[in-house]
């Protein structure tokens, strides 16, 4: 059975750095591309970065652009993300999740597209 498991969420000062993983068992991560959301309270869950299958190709959302840094390790079967230069607007539960897209290079941000998802982990960023 296929399970996602993040970890790395912690209280974060403004301006300071967290790197999330989050690894793959049950299955080998070739052949799946990856995603990082996230989900304030109150708040609809928001794609954060992206990245395709083969690791070539990512895509962030505006906010964290020049900030947050999604990469992937097929032989360690985990996917992170990179996070710097923190603000309390990133404050919110983080999620991986995996989708088994058509082609090696395309990068799905649509959270429709994603058939699994791990449990999240919590990132407060605060003074």
């Known amino acids: 059975q296929l399970q996602l498991v993040e970890s790395g969420g912690d209280l974060v000062q403004p301006g300071g750095s967290l790197k999330l993983s989050c690894t793959m068992s049950?299955?080998?991560?070739?052949?799946?591309?990856l995603g990082w959301f996230h989900q304030a309270p109150g708040k609809e869950r928001e794609g954060v970065a992206f990245?395709?299958?083969?690791?070539?190709?990512?895509k962030y959302a505006d906010s964290v652009k020049g900030r947050f840094t999604i990469s992937r390790s097929n032989a360690a079967n985990t996917v992170w993300l990179q996070m710097n230069d923190l603000i309390p607007g990133d404050t919110a539960v983080y999620y991986c999740?995996?989708?088994?897209?058509?082609?090696?290079?395309?990068?799905?941000?649509?959270?429709?597209?994603?058939?699994?998802w791990g449990q999240g982990t919590q990132v407060t960023v605060s003074s």
């Open positions: 999740a995996a989708n088994i897209p058509g082609n090696t290079i395309l990068v799905l941000t649509n959270e429709n597209d994603y058939q699994y």
């Open positions: 049950g299955y080998s991560l070739d052949g799946f591309g």
């Open positions: 990245i395709s299958v083969n690791g070539g190709s990512t």
